[in-house]
Nanobody
Framework: QVQLVESGGGLVQAGGSLRLSCAAS????????MGWYRQAPGKQRELVAR???????NYADSVKGRFTISRDNAKNTVYLQMNSLKPEDTAVYYC??????WGQGTQVTVSS
């Protein structure tokens, strides 16, 4: 069993920044793929970014150039640095440990 605990969400004005953290514990495979997804009200959950243990990343087109995913394998933690936030980034953000372990979610609200 793997447990994920997210932190770092909150309310920010458009153009601002937030940094999300996701700490993994339990029966962790350090080389596992991890990622961030988000779900806005009335919409499906969507991929934001993901990262391999070797640091290979991919991003949703909507966040490229603004968000950066990173990980610290020694700490079993993955981060999401979000800059130049827009109101359309408002959602609950979920950490994922591939394939189907999810954190509880953290709310990100961007005001215009």
């Amino acid at each position: 069993q793997v447990q994920l605990v997210e932190s770092g969400g909150g309310l920010v004005q458009a153009g601002g920044s937030l940094r999300l953290s996701c700490a993994a514990s339990g029966s962790i495979f350090s080389f596992n793929l991890m990622g961030w997804y988000r779900q806005a009200p009335g919409k499906q959950r969507e991929l934001v970014a993901r990262i391999t243990s070797g640091g290979i990343t991919n991003y949703a087109d909507s966040v490229k150039g603004r968000f950066t995913i990173s990980r610290d394998n020694a700490k079993n933690t993955v981060y999401l640095q979000m800059n130049s936030l827009k109101p359309e980034d408002t959602a609950v953000y979920y950490c994922n440990y591939f394939p189907s372990t999810w954190g509880q979610g953290t709310q990100v609200t961007v005001s215009s």
